[in-house]
């Protein structure tokens, strides 16, 4: 970590010790929501590698979306 990212984290900490309990624990529970979407969205891309690697679709496939909402394999 340089200087300037070790002045950044002590700011940063300075700033949030001077918070509200109440907003404290709002940044708590935003930060675990966001750990949880993450976990999932892990999960969802694991299981699309696996569907993509059952239905033997080669890796270079891509998936297009159009302005219209369609979808096409190229």
Known sequence: MNALEMAASAMIQKMLANLPPEIQANIGQIGK????????????ENQNRLIISALKIPAETQIMEHENGRRETE
């Not at 929501?33 to 969802?44: E, F, N, P, T, Y």
């Open 33 to 44: 929501v966001v750990s949880g979407l993450q976990a999932q969205l892990d999960r969802i």
